[in-house]
């Protein structure tokens, strides 16, 4: 047998660079649409933040310059969920940029302070008109591991009762009024801690929990409940025979 | 996400859409022009002399479908010789053979066993003398246009070497189905090493030799029950051009559970492993051309990728389910509201690239069953590419882990 023979082979060292010229023009592309994106969500949300900053802002001149609130008209149903909405794009931001950007930290502490100043005004407003808006304060940090099913039981509240007022802070940042703020309502300082109506609990609360607690929000289950079966007693009324629809429903009688 | 986590995942899609593009552009024209052009020969007066080596280690079940398919083969049978080697089966694989004893093609020939399919091969091959040299392994068939189609590339005097298609002959369980749309994937990878004149394995079932390869460059080797590689490497060192016959069409089995697919694979692995560091010389001389600076470093680069890339894919895979699990325990079925906005499309780089690069994966799998083996595109088995790279971690794992440990991995 021959011994085996060496035919060197020529390799067409052009064809390796443009591959990398293609596959780096790939990657930087994409690098460049991720920071498009990013840049877009956090401009979004700044917007958002500048839209409730004035119209916070209005509320308070309105409320001090005036010494008189229209109690009729409750802001409820314009800042509660842009709030709430914007802490959801916060979270989302963290996930993908990480809790060190600075981008994140700087809007992060901005939502926290309108947070403040809405529950001021919140309480300034109730105590004026005589209303009892049923709010949630909550305090929580990176190390604390029941935190994370918090804030998912806050959220399915926010969602099932819309009349909620959920306030959020991260204790991490370096924010003096975050702390004044656990100071003044007696906060504990283990997280998650949460301050509903005025009283301190410690330790996870689960959906249950606080519906039990809270008797505001007792009232408001009772009530939705009487308004379905009011609901469906009307239909039942409309689409049953008459004679055993009126034995049957002592309600209607 | 890690720093480290980040890098890694971003060096990995690198490499992997590197390698992607640089077989696309291949595939797609960048190669020399000549290269595929067949003379063709003068049916009956210049057709090679073909013999057809059946090695066999307890096969009764499956020997005689193989016979037959070879016997089924359009070419002129004067030509063609199928030699059955019954390498010392304890089941009644010989007394199946029998009934071919009297056939004029067939030519029935018994070994003791030596544990390994090469020496069986070797026995076969002092036992043939024809132009042209193969082997079909016995749960093996081949398409009746598979020899025609082979022999018609050695009308080229370069070609030393054709290697067929592969395909998985009637999957049924998941594992062979996920086998099948790997060995689709895989022609299309066969053609574009072709392409680049970087083909290196001569995989057992049905790739023809011209009998000069066996006189030249010697019998098949041990080499760690993968001596089809081993025969590969010899060929491309010894400049012999080894081709691939898209047409030509071999129906293999697959194993069909995951212990059988597992040790399949190890071994293949394994085998891998241990030739280039047996080769390792000729690889970073760079005298291989292409194979030694990219196509075999990528491939023992791709098993550490894989292996290393296993936990991530199992946490990428876990985390979620585990975070949705805690949230329903916590708040009950809740689905939220779907609004689509800036923050519902994907803002990391790696998430496009990662698209993109299923998307190339997708590419190869078209051209594999359309222009490759002409095939329908769209079936439910492509949804076993998602359990694929978790099966493939494992069995590199494994082998990684024998090879550093140098342990033998076993035949049957």
Not at chain 1, 46 to 66: A, V
Not at chain 2, 172 to 177: E, S
């Amino acid at each position: 047998m021959e011994p085996i023979q060496l035919q060197p082979r020529k390799i067409e060292w052009i064809k390796y660079f443009v591959t990398f010229l293609i596959t780096a023009g790939i990657f930087v592309t994409f690098f460049y649409v991720s920071k498009i994106i990013n840049d877009k969500r956090i401009a979004e949300v700044k917007s958002i933040q500048d839209s409730i900053s004035i119209d916070l802002l209005s509320s308070e001149t309105e409320f001090t310059l005036l010494d008189q609130t229209d109690c009729s008209q409750d802001d409820d149903s314009i800042l509660a969920p842009e709030l709430g909405q914007m802490g959801d794009h916060l979270s989302e931001m963290e996930d993908d940029l990480g809790a060190t950007n600075t981008d994140v930290i700087n809007l992060k502490e901005y939502y926290s302070l309108l947070e403040i100043k809405d529950y001021i005004l919140m309480k300034q407003i109730a105590e004026k008109c005589d209303f009892k808006p049923v709010t949630v304060v909550y305090f929580y940090n990176a190390d604390c591991p029941d935190c994370t099913k918090q804030g998912y039981v806050l959220t399915a509240l926010r969602e099932q009762f819309p009349q909620l007022r959920v306030y959020s802070f991260d204790a991490d940042l370096k924010l003096s009024a975050i702390g004044t703020l656990e100071a003044i309502t007696r906060a504990p300082k283990t997280y998650p801690s949460l301050i509903i109506d005025g009283k301190a609990y410690s330790g996870f609360q689960s959906v249950t929990d606080i519906e039990n607690d809270v008797p505001a929000l007792q009232k408001i289950l009772k009530e939705q409940a009487d308004a379905q079966k009011k609901a469906s007693e009307k239909v039942s009324t409309a689409t049953g025979s008459t004679a055993s629809a009126a034995v049957a429903s002592p309600a209607t009688k | 996400m890690g720093t480290l986590h980040s890098v890694f995942i971003y060096v990995a899609l690198f490499i992997a859409l590197y390698f992607q593009v640089f077989l696309l552009l291949t595939y797609f024209g960048w190669r020399k022009r000549d290269q595929d052009i067949l003379p063709g020969f003068n049916p009956e007066s210049e057709m090679p002399t073909v013999s057809i080596i059946v090695p066999c280690y307890n096969e009764e079940r499956t020997v005689k479908k193989t016979i037959s398919s070879l016997l089924e083969l359009t070419y002129p049978q004067h030509r063609l010789k199928i030699v059955v080697v019954d390498d010392g089966s304890k089941d009644s694989t010989w007394k199946v053979v029998q009934e071919f004893a009297d056939h004029p093609q067939v030519r029935l020939l018994q070994k003791a066993n030596e544990g390994s399919k090469f020496a069986a091969l070797n026995f076969g091959l002092k036992n043939v003398d024809s132009d042209i040299i193969g082997c079909l392994d016995a749960d093996s068939r081949v398409d009746t246009m598979a020899l025609m189609h082979s022999i018609e590339w050695f009308s080229r005097t370069d070609v030393y070497a054709v290697v067929p298609s592969m395909v998985i002959d009637s999957p049924k369980t998941l594992m062979q189905h996920m086998q099948k749309v790997e060995y689709e994937s895989s022609t299309y990878l066969r053609q574009a090493l072709h392409r680049m004149e970087s083909m290196y394995v001569a995989p057992g079932p049905f790739t023809l030799f011209r009998k000069e390869v066996f006189e030249k460059v010697g019998l098949y080797k041990e080499a760690y029950h993968t001596e089809d590689l081993d025969m590969g490497l010899r060929m491309h060192i010894a400049g012999m051009r080894m081709v691939h016959a898209s047409k030509s069409l071999v129906y293999t089995h697959g194993p069909k559970t995951w212990p059988a697919l597992l040790k399949q694979r190890v071994r293949w692995t394994y085998g891998f492993i241990k030739n280039m560091m047996d080769y390792k010389s000729y690889i970073l001389s760079g005298q291989l051309g292409d194979l030694s600076i990219f196509i075999l470093p990528l491939g023992f680069a791709s098993i550490l990728l894989s292996v290393i890339s296993l936990p991530f894919l199992v946490y990428g895979l876990v985390a979620p389910i585990v975070a949705h699990a805690q949230q329903f325990a916590v708040t009950g079925i809740h689905f939220h509201k779907f609004t689509l906005d800036i923050f519902s499309i994907p803002s990391q780089a790696y998430a496009f690239i990662g698209i993109l690069s299923v998307f190339m994966l997708a590419l190869t799998l078209v051209i594999g069953r359309k222009f490759l083996l002409k095939q329908k595109i769209l079936s439910l088995d492509l949804l076993t590419l998602i359990i694929y790279p978790y099966f493939s971690a494992v069995w590199q794992a494994k082998s990684l882990y024998n090879a550093a440990l140098s342990k033998k991995s076993s035949w049957r």
